[in-house]
């Protein structure tokens, strides 16, 4: 697979009122979920509309599963999930988003579309941080 520049986005609501997610001092991280050690793919502030996205390339999510073994494998469907920061502390993890294919072609257009879109979240606060535990580290702790 050769390099190739992706944007990632997803949003953010409030759980009860459906408004979106804003606020000084907030912003969203992506990662690729790997066995040994998640891959960081960006952050982003959040917009007027709880809306994040960063650009990342096909190289970001190959790298985590082994090191350069990994990468020497070829991982090309990264598995992302987002968690929203407070300052430098997660607030809340989405669930993870399995085998995203950027090369996927686009049904109608014929084209491989570079965008992907993990859709809107119900934000509360504390879901899905299980103990403060990565998903990488809860598939671990699950396999024990």
């Not at 985590?64 to 430098?88: F, I, N, R």
């Not at 491989?112 to 993990?118: C, P, Q």
Request: hydrophobic share 35%; with cysteine; net charge negative.
């Amino acid at each position: 697979m050769s390099e190739h520049i992706i944007k990632i986005t997803a949003r953010f609501v409030h759980a009860e009122s459906g408004d979106p997610l804003t606020g000084d001092g907030l912003k969203v991280r992506f990662l690729d979920r790997d066995a040994l050690k998640d891959d960081l793919l960006g952050e982003s502030p959040l917009s007027a509309d709880g809306r994040a996205e960063v650009l990342t390339t096909t190289s970001s999510f190959r790298s985590g599963l082994m090191g350069s073994l990994g990468s020497a494998l070829g991982e090309s469907k990264p598995d992302v999930y987002c968690e929203v920061l407070e300052g430098e502390s997660a607030i809340y993890r989405t669930c993870v988003a399995w085998n995203i294919d950027p090369e996927a072609v686009d049904p109608v257009t014929k084209r491989i579309n570079r965008v992907i879109d993990l859709g809107t979240f119900k934000f509360r606060r504390g879901d899905g941080l299980n103990d403060g535990q990565t998903p990488g580290e809860q598939a671990m702790r699950a396999q024990f």
